[in-house]
Structure formats: structure tokens, C-alpha cells
């Protein structure tokens, strides 16, 4: 069993937990993530490291309620314990060598993005950072970019704080300016990390975008999170959880991963339905 | 009595109740079944048999003393050899190996060595409740990476000699291929647990959610303390066919299909891990890995299942009763097919269509067998024009399995050959100074006897060395 050491709510549908696990503290760099199990008969879901605390032993992971099992994760108090905790798993993303780079994060994928850009930022890059959200309410992680980041780009679809607009909007704009990236780092939905892709193709920026398929093992051994990648022309089969997460953004078939990581839809809204009901009537 | 020339059939559940539950197909020979087969065996002098088992049980031996009702002595016999005499009495292929040899097999039904070997260690576990004692302690640690077959095996040898042995498992279960692997069926998790369990009595301790060269390298297990270590981390890289369609949703591999039904439990109607239920499925494959695919699927709710395998009958590698009983359920085998290519729905005028990207059919190419190859196996040619369509709704692909390269690249001079198997030498001795392996990892997919024996090999090698 693994102690849940804290707990925060950083907007209504994302929480913030930070995990007794001194082994994975210990070893987990930007970028690689855990896979847990609420409960007995949990599912295996993968989480990526938010960050973590050698001298405490906690693995700070955050995540957005959007199924049964993240739901159940919601419902955890400070003091209680969830099942299983394994990791750091994958690899953990590339930093070395680059002097500024982009770092465009939709949603909770800022979560991931962040601890990336603090890499970064520790080892003197300059990173210019452009998060997006749907809304103002559910903003994160803002000031905690803010620190990281030269410049900062906050961006909502709907207008309700700072610029209106997706993300791909401010980074047109920059690289037709003239600003140039070593590397510009996306990580959120599929789709956005697909247009944030074709936006910097034209300008040769190099992509790298962080994939978070449906997993159980998380140590290649069962091919569930498999993406399919065009390496000189040839498709290749890769597998997130020991080749990735980070891949090269041009050779990844995001409308493949897309289609993929609906397979269990209707199975995860039933589920999750079941779930709100057992909370609702205990 | 004169002699039978058929083995005692084994007790089986209904083929056509067993299609729809989980529960172990075959039941076990009573008591009384179990001494007249015994009475088959002609104790002959050259003991055939013991050279056709990989580690050796003296198995006339164990059938004497079964003859004379001593089934406990019978039990003490097969410890010698076998720490897992429940489980290989299951599924160890012994058509090929003890039973192949039997002389009573020359012109009858061989002895049915491997259900008295279940039969005896069930009943050993049934009525021996003495808790194993842990022997005192000779102050030396190993490390063992991996819970399968060689690592529980090689763990429990070392306790049994003092050492104190730490084994470390990447899933949250032990076991290996026993757990996610091999269907409740077919082996009850409850004998998995069981060997677990007796390991823990004797002071094994074991870590799970522990991935070795993630969470912990091989060097830190020494930096830790450890002065050997054990590498027993199975072949379970799955292979795909590189065919188009591979990546429709409702394809998955064997592994990935086995491990949501029975480690995650999804067999279950309450359970939180989804999988594809239902409808017709394709499995591609015609080993054992194949038939427990095809057999789960069947028990999950599909309509009709297929076996796709690209040679005959003859050739198919599954342990035969496997294969008599998913024909008895009515699993449908295309030999002499291969696949070429995975269809899927795509609705053109709706790109959000819920159907799109789901698999429809799996088209398949008539074989006929050419020349033997190198190893003699007569090679499967495809027939040019010959395809044909198998609707279906899921294709599970059960075409082998490699060793996974996670340690080996994270692990200094640690060699492997061509196939990723770990190389060692007669002791189980790898290319780094006490890292021992064996198994899965050093044979590529084999079987758990093998793996038992490998696990055997290694922990007599490390006693030696400490001696
Ligand atoms: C579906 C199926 C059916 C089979 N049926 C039969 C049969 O009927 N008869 C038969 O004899 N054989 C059968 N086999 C083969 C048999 O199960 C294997 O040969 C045997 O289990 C191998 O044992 P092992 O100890 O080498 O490895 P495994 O059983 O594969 O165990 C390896 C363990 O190591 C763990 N591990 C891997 N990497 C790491 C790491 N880096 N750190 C920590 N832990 C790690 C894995 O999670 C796993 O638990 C079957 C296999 C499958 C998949
Ligand atoms: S999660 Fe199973 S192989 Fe990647």
C-alpha cells in the first residue's frame, strides 16, 4: 500500500495527490510516469510525474477526473493509502544541450509540461512557455509557469481569461516573427499536439510530443499502448510505455492514437456513471 | 487384472457448461482412479521416462510408492526434483516429454504420469497443513528479478539453504506467466498463491510494483547488499505480424488479451479493466498461448471463435489435450491460413462515426506445406489468389513472445545473443560476475518445467559458490 502524503484540488475536475513512494522518488526524472491501481480490483492507469521530494519520498502526480478510476483516485483523503505504485517508467524526456526551447501545454497536460520546463529552466535554457485551457476555471498551474518561463502565453477557447483562442494562435505568431526554437516540447489532447505539429511544421522546428495511450503493464509486455510512427518512410510500431512517451511529433500517426484511445468509450462512461452513483447515494 | 491399454480418462467438466464459466476443466482423478493407473506402470528397468522429463523425476519411483497407497511418500519424491509439482501436473506438455518415452507406450496408451503427478500434489496439498519451517540463516542475501516459474523456484531453493532472498516483481501480483498468462481454466490462481505463500513461510520476501532496471538497477540490488543475483524475467515481449490493421482497435496480443481476463480480473462482470466481449473472434497462433486466447474468448461471450494457423494439425505446438478440448468447445480451426491483412470499419461521410476504427475482418491466405526447413518443419507457401474473409469483431495475436530488452539495457555487460536471450553457461552463470539467469529470458518462450529447472540449476550454482 502507498500513503497519500497531501492532497489539493487545483480546479474542480484536477487534483493534486502526492504519493509515499521513496523508489520512485528516488530515480523519476521529467517526463517518465508511474502507473497505479486505486483498490484490490482497480484498473492499471498510467500517470506522469508532477514532480517529487527526495528527502520525503513523494511522487506528486495530477489528474483530471475523467473516468471511474480517477474518480475513485478523487475520493482518497490525505492519510489513506491506494494500492499499487510502480515506476518511474518510460523515458524520461531529453533536455540536454538545447538553449530555448517552447513549451506548449493543453489543459492537464500543464501538469506534465511544467516539471519539463523546470528541467529546462534549472539547466538554464530558456523556455517560452504557452499553456491553454477551456476556460478560466480551469486554469492551472499559472504562477508555477510564470516562474519557470521568460514569457508566458496564457490562453482560454472561450475568452474567460487572458487571450482568446488555442494554443497554436501565439505560436504562429512567434515563429513568423522570426523566433526561433531549438525544440518546442507540446503535451495535452491528442488533437491540440496534432495541430500544434502541422502549425510548426512549415518552419522546421523540431516537435516532440509527449504520448499518454490506454496502458496496463507499462513495461512492454503487452502492446496495448502501441502508436504507429513513419521513421524514412517506413511505419514502425512503437510501444509509449518503453520507447516513449516522448516521440518525434512528424513521424507520429496522431489520427491512429486518436482513434486508439476511444476504444473503451462507452465501457468508461458506463463505468464512470456507476461510480458517480455509488458517491451520490453513500 | 489384465492390462489396460487406455490411460483412466480424466474427470472433465461438460464441454458444452465449461464454454461459458472460468472454472478448471479438468477435475482430477479420485483416489481410486489414481491407484489403478499407477497399477499401469510396469516399473520397466531403463525408466525411459525419467530421460524424457527436462528435470528428471524419478518417476517409477513416485508411482511405487503411489501403488501402495503412500501418496505422501510419492509426494517426497517428485520435491526432490520439481518444486512445483501442482502446477507442472497441469500444463507441462507430457506428450513430448515423460509420457513420449513410456514403454508401455510402444503399444498401449502410455502410464498417465502427468495426472498422477497433479493428483499427488493436490493431495499433498490438500492434507499436509505442517507450515514449512525456515532454516537457519547463513547470513548470505540474493536478489531474484522476476516471480514466474525460475525465479519462485530458485527463491525457494535458496531459503531451503539459509539464504536470505528478496525477489523482486514488476506486476502487482506474483507469479509470472502463471497469473497473466494461464487461464483460471485451466490452472486455479489459488495454486499460484499457494506456492506463494509456502515461499513467504519460508522467509522469502518478495516486492512487487519493482521493475528492475527502472526502479532499482541490477547494480544498486548489489550496492544494496545482495552478493548474487538471479534474472528470471520471462520472454514477454509480444511479437505483431507487421500485416496493415494491425492497430485497429479490438486487435490486441495474446498477452495483452490474456492479462486484462485474468490478472486484471475483466472476466468479471464488476470489474474495472475493460476488454472486447462478445461477437466473433480470430486468434492467430496454433501454440498453447493460442488455445488459452481462444478458450478465454470463448468464455467471455463470443459467438465463434477461430484458430488461424499456417500449418496442419500435425504441426500445431499446443499440449494435444489442450487442443482436443477447445475443439470439444467448439472453437473453429483454419489450418493451413495465415493472415494478411486486419479490415475496419470506416464510415467515409462521418469521420465521428463510433464504429470507425473498429475491426471487421481479418483476411486470410490458403497455405500448403514446401520443403522442410533447417529444423525440419516443412515450411507453410502461401497459394497465390487464394484469400478470403473472416468477419470478426477482435483478432488476438498469438504468434510468440521475446525476451524483454529492459534489463539487458540497463544492465552493464550483461550479454545477449541474437534473439535477446541472456547467455549462461551450464551453471546459469551469465557474462557478469554472480548475476545468474534462466528461463524465459535466457530460452526465449519456453515452458514452465524448463523455466523450474533453469531456476533449480542456478540456485545449486550460487550454494556451490558460497560454499
Ligand atoms: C498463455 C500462456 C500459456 C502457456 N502455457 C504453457 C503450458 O501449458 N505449459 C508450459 O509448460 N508452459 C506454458 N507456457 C510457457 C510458460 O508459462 C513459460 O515458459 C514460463 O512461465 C517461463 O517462466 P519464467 O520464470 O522464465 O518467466 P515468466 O513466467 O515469464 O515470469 C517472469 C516474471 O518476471 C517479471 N519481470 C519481467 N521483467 C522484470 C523486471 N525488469 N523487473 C522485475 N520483474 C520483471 C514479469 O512480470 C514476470 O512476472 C505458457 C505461456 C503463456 C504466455
Ligand atoms: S503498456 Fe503494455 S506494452 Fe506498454
Redesign the pocket.
Known amino acids: 500500500m502507498y500513503k497519500i502524503l497531501s492532497r489539493k484540488e487545483l480546479n474542480p475536475t484536477v487534483t493534486q495527490l502526492e504519493i509515499e513512494a521513496p523508489l520512485v522518488a528516488n530515480k523519476a526524472k521529467a517526463g517518465q510516469f508511474i502507473i497505479l491501481r486505486v483498490d484490490e480490483d482497480g484498473e492499471r492507469i498510467p500517470l506522469t510525474v508532477a514532480g517529487t521530494d527526495k528527502k520525503t519520498g513523494a511522487v506528486k502526480i495530477i489528474f483530471q477526473i475523467v473516468g471511474a478510476t480517477t474518480e475513485k483516485l478523487n475520493h482518497k483523503k490525505a492519510g489513506e493509502s491506494i494500492q499499487d505504485f510502480v515506476g518511474p517508467l518510460g523515458k524520461a524526456t531529453e533536455i540536454a544541450g538545447k538553449k530555448r526551447v517552447c513549451i506548449i501545454g493543453g489543459g492537464v497536460g500543464c501538469a506534465i509540461a511544467l516539471p519539463v520546463a523546470q528541467a529546462f529552466k534549472e539547466q538554464g535554457t530558456e523556455v517560452v512557455s504557452i499553456i491553454g485551457f477551456r476556460s478560466k476555471d480551469l486554469l492551472i498551474l499559472e504562477d508555477e509557469f510564470r516562474a519557470a518561463s521568460s514569457k508566458l502565453v496564457v490562453m482560454t477557447d472561450d475568452g474567460s481569461y487572458a487571450r482568446q483562442g488555442n494554443v497554436t494562435v501565439p505560436l504562429k505568431e512567434m515563429l513568423e516573427a522570426g523566433e526561433k526554437f531549438d525544440e518546442i516540447i507540446t503535451i495535452g489532447p491528442l488533437i491540440m499536439m496534432k495541430f500544434v505539429t502541422l502549425a510548426a511544421k512549415p518552419f522546421g522546428v523540431p516537435v516532440t510530443a509527449s504520448m499518454n495511450p490506454i496502458m496496463i503493464d507499462g513495461?512492454g509486455?503487452c502492446g496495448g499502448c502501441r502508436l504507429t510512427l513513419t521513421e524514412d518512410g517506413k511505419r514502425v510500431t512503437k510501444f509509449a510505455c518503453v520507447d516513449g512517451p516522448d516521440f518525434n511529433a512528424y513521424e507520429i500517426d496522431f489520427d491512429e492514437a486518436m482513434s486508439r484511445s476511444r476504444m473503451y468509450f462507452p465501457f468508461e462512461r458506463k463505468a464512470h456513471e456507476e461510480i458517480c452513483n455509488l458517491y451520490k447515494n453513500a | 487384472m489384465a492390462l489396460d491399454p487406455k490411460k483412466h480418462a480424466m474427470p472433465v467438466q461438460d464441454p458444452q457448461v465449461r464454454a461459458h464459466n472460468f472454472s478448471e476443466v479438468a477435475l482430477g482423478y479420485t483416489h481410486e482412479m489414481a491407484i489403478d493407473e499407477a497399477k499401469r506402470c510396469l516399473n520397466c528397468k531403463n525408466r525411459p521416462c525419467v530421460q524424457g522429463c527436462p528435470v528428471n523425476i524419478s518417476i517409477p519411483d513416485f508411482i511405487s510408492c503411489l501403488k501402495q497407497d503412500d501418496i505422501e511418500g510419492a509426494y517426497n519424491v517428485i520435491n526432490k526434483s520439481s518444486s512445483l509439482p501442482a502446477v507442472c501436473g497441469r500444463?507441462?506438455?507430457q506428450e513430448t516429454q515423460c509420457e513420449s518415452k513410456c514403454t508401455l507406450g510402444i503399444k498401449f496408451e502410455p502410464v498417465g504420469i502427468g495426472r498422477l503427478e497433479r493428483f499427488v500434489a493436490d493431495w499433498h496439498n490438500a492434507n499436509c497443513k505442517e507450515s514449512p519451517k525456515k532454516v537457519a540463516s547463513n547470513g548470505h542475501r540474493v536478489a531474484i528479478?522476476?516471480?514466474?516459474?525460475?525465479?519462485l523456484t530458485c527463491a525457494g531453493d535458496l531459503a531451503k539453504a539459509g539464504f536470505k532472498v528478496t525477489v523482486?516483481?514488476?506486476?502487482h501480483t506474483e507469479?509470472?506467466?502463471?497469473v497473466y498468462?494461464?487461464p483460471e481454466f485451466r490452472l486455479p490462481k489459488a495454486i499460484v498463491a499457494k506456492e506463494v505463500d509456502t515461499l513467504k513461510q519460508l522467509g522469502v520476501e518478495f516486492v512487487t510494483n519493482?521493475?528492475?532496471?527502472k526502479t532499482l538497477t541490477i547494480d544498486e540490488l548489489f550496492e544494496q547488499g545482495n552478493e548474487a543475483v538471479f534474472v528470471?524475467?520471462?520472454?514477454?515481449l509480444p511479437n505483431f505480424m507487421n500485416i496493415p490493421g494491425e492497430s485497429l482497435k479490438g486487435v490486441y496480443s495474446?498477452n495483452e488479451f490474456?492479462t486484462r481476463s485474468n490478472l486484471m480480473k475483466s472476466f468479471r462482470d464488476k470489474c474495472d479493466t475493460p476488454i472486447m466481449k462478445g461477437g466473433k473472434v480470430v486468434v492467430v497462433g496454433g501454440g498453447?498461448?493460442a488455445m488459452?486466447a481462444a478458450r478465454t474468448a470463448l468464455r467471455l461471450g463470443a459467438e465463434k471463435v477461430y484458430i488461424v494457423y499456417r500449418r496442419s494439425m500435425t504441426e500445431l505446438p499446443a499440449?494435444r489435450e489442450e487442443v482436443e478440448h477447445a475443439e470439444e468447445e467448439g472453437i473453429q480451426f483454419e489450418l493451413l491460413r495465415n493472415p494478411v491483412e486486419i479490415l475496419g470499419y470506416h464510415n467515409p461521410d462521418n469521420p465521428r462515426d463510433e464504429r470507425n476504427g473498429f475491426v471487421t475482418g481479418c483476411k486470410v491466405i490458403k497455405m500448403e506445406l514446401g520443403e522442410p526447413d533447417a529444423k525440419g518443419r516443412r515450411r507453410p507457401v502461401p497459394v497465390e489468389g487464394s484469400e478470403y474473409v473472416l468477419d470478426c469483431d477482435t483478432v488476438v495475436i498469438a504468434i510468440g513472445t521475446s525476451p524483454?530488452p529492459?534489463?539487458k539495457s540497463t544492465t552493464k555487460g550483461l550479454e545477449v545473443n541474437a534473439h535477446g536471450g541472456i547467455i549462461v553457461n551450464e551453471d546459469g552463470l551469465t557474462s557478469r560476475a554472480n548475476v545468474y539467469a534462466g528461463?524465459?529470458?535466457v530460452t526465449g518462450?519456453?515452458?514452465?518445467?524448463s523455466?523450474m529447472g533453469a531456476g533449480k540449476v542456478a540456485a545449486k550454482a550460487i550454494i556451490d559458490s558460497f560454499k
Not at chain 2, 168 to 171: G, V
Open positions: 513495461t509486455m | 500444463v507441462c506438455p528479478v522476476g516471480s514466474g516459474p525460475s525465479g523482486y516483481e514488476a506486476l507469479g509470472g506467466v502463471l498468462g494461464i519493482a521493475v528492475i532496471g528470471g524475467s520471462g520472454a514477454g495474446a490474456l498453447n498461448v488459452d499440449r524483454n529492459l534489463i528461463g524465459d529470458a518462450a519456453a515452458t514452465v518445467i523455466a
